[in-house]
């Protein structure tokens, strides 16, 4: 007995020393929170006390082993109540669940993905359909166009790399530790302490902004593709857009995206044996391409939305965090977006510049529209088919944001929780997603111009989510341990990524007014 009690004495003197040392580095903290960029956030003293309790967890499970194999039978009452823990709570709502499972393990057992299976997922996110957009911003941008295609893979690549750098600190002994999870906390870390939240808001509300207008522009280019393949039949791109949306319903019951995963690789590879019909008609084309048509020059009214489309089509920063976190090997997270940007870029650039040699003047929104009726159809029906599957991967994932945020929120919530203590969706919570998917067949309906929404949604928020919050954020949160040339970069980044965004934005939308004004379809 006299054992048990001397150890909780030690414990509660130890608690006691960690406590006066976090009040104390919270002073300093706070004072060097003023001095600008060098100062160390709220969000950071929380995640570097969760990484370095990781030590005091395990002395703490073997101090308990050693009491309970003392104390045979005799059962210790008060040890979560003691005043060290108050340090291992996020929110202030409870004690952390420890780190420690059974059999030694930190964390919990969860599958992880190795570099080839992560640099799959980030060319699913960067090479899908929105390349089909590529050729008609050459078309406003000649070489320039090109150029900016290698460009923006350069960039994505370089904020997707420090985006990750803002999850990492370092610790007292110079590691790197992982103290933040995902884009929101990243945010709400830059903005902390004064504003703890409100940078997580700016993300969410990007997020679902740009998830919803992707739902959007896959209803649109179904409708589009369904009317450019059967042109005789009487039935417009608003009527096919609505038989799309109707096959979509279903998306509206989804508790997760297991089975729709299931279809995901079919769908990627049909989309690359498409994308190789197309290269393989512009081939057999070759002696008519137009060379003399691509130059170096800039529609000056219509340039900037192609730089919105052509971000648009690298957008990946926002599922990085939690595939950078799910990697076997995280080390070997630079490696693998060098490899998928690099390909990207070529696979893209090629493509774009052969579609557009060989329609020249003429090439269309969506490129495949170019096609000859002979095998336009079956070429359209394909790709009709990987937009309807692609279509619940990000109306999930706005959906799960929009829940979070709004319904369950712990108790910060504005609206009552859409889930029954069983766990089934409310049926008003079933009636909120149906909405959402008309929502994005009404949008689709009055705005049925492809290019236009791609370059709208990517100098809004593709702008600001790959170029301007990551740079912003680098600089914030690395100021410390950045050299001179990062620095350089990332203003550049910024300054440039805000010119685009701005000009594309203004750009796109007075496209649209022009598009409304005179019944502009293509």
Not at 25 to 41: D, E, H, N, P
Not at 74 to 96: N, T
Not at 117 to 131: H, K, L, P
Not at 236 to 257: D, Y
Request: hydrophobic fraction near 45%; charge should be negative.
């Amino acid at each position: 007995m006299a054992h048990l009690i001397r150890h909780k004495l030690s414990n509660k003197l130890t608690n006691a020393a960690h406590t006066v040392s976090n009040k104390s580095q919270a002073k300093v903290s706070g004072v060097f929170a003023r001095l600008g960029f060098q100062a160390a956030t709220d969000e950071e003293g929380l995640g570097f006390a969760e990484c370095d309790d990781l030590d005091y967890d395990y002395r703490q499970g073997m101090q308990m082993d050693v009491l309970q194999g003392d104390e045979q039978g005799e059962q210790i009452e008060g040890e979560g109540d003691m005043d060290g823990d108050s340090h291992y709570q996020r929110d202030g709502s409870g004690r952390r669940p420890s780190s420690l499972k059974t059999g030694g393990s930190l964390e919990e057992d969860k599958p992880k993905i190795t570099s080839w299976e992560a640099g799959w997922n980030v060319t699913n996110a960067i090479q899908g359909m929105f390349v089909l957009g590529l050729p008609y911003a050459i078309l406003h941008g000649g070489y320039l166009g090109l150029f900016l295609i290698i460009f923006a893979a350069v960039v994505c690549c370089y904020t997707g790399k420090i985006l990750i750098a803002c999850l990492y600190e370092e610790n007292e002994d110079g590691v790197l530790v992982r103290v933040r999870d995902s884009y929101v906390d990243i945010a709400n870390a830059c903005c902390a302490p004064r504003f703890p939240s409100i940078g997580g808001h700016v993300v969410n509300v990007a997020q679902i902004i740009e998830l919803v207008m992707t739902c959007i522009l896959y209803v649109v280019v179904s409708g589009n593709l369904m009317y450019n393949s059967f042109p005789g039949l009487p039935v417009s791109q608003k009527a096919w857009s609505v038989v799309a949306t109707a096959a979509l319903l279903p998306c509206a019951f989804l508790k997760n995206l297991k089975a729709v995963s299931k279809f995901s690789l079919l769908c990627t590879l049909a989309h690359f044996v498409i994308n190789v019909l197309v290269i393989a008609y512009c081939l057999s084309r070759a002696r008519d391409w137009a060379w003399e048509k691509v130059k170096f020059y800039i529609d000056v009214k219509k340039f900037p939305i192609s730089i919105g489309i052509i971000v648009f089509s690298y957008t990946s920063q926002i599922f990085l965090p939690s595939l950078e976190g799910n990697m076997q090997k995280p080390s070997e997270f630079h490696c693998m977006m060098d490899w998928t940007h690099i390909a990207a870029c070529v696979l893209k650039g090629l493509f774009a510049l052969v579609a557009y040699l060989t329609w020249a003047d003429a090439t269309k929104e969506v490129i495949t529209d170019n096609l000859p009726s002979t095998i336009r159809a079956v070429v359209n029906l394909f790709l009709v088919a990987k937009a309807l599957l692609s279509y619940p991967l990000p109306f999930f994932a706005a959906v799960e944001v929009l829940e979070k945020s709004f319904f369950q929120d712990g108790g910060r919530a504005v609206f009552p929780d859409c889930y029954g203590p069983s766990g089934q969706l409310k049926s008003w919570g079933l009636g909120l997603r149906v909405a959402l998917v008309v929502f994005t067949l009404l949008m689709a309906i009055f705005v049925p111009h492809f290019a236009l929404l791609m370059g709208l949604t990517g100098s809004l928020t593709g702008a600001g989510l790959c170029f301007l919050l990551p740079s912003l954020f680098h600089l914030k949160l690395q100021w410390r341990n950045l050299l001179w040339h990062h620095v350089f970069f990332d203003v550049a980044i910024f300054v440039i990524g805000g010119i685009c965004a701005i000009s594309g934005f203004i750009h796109s939308i007075e496209g649209l007014i022009e598009a409304f004004r005179y019944n502009i379809h293509d």
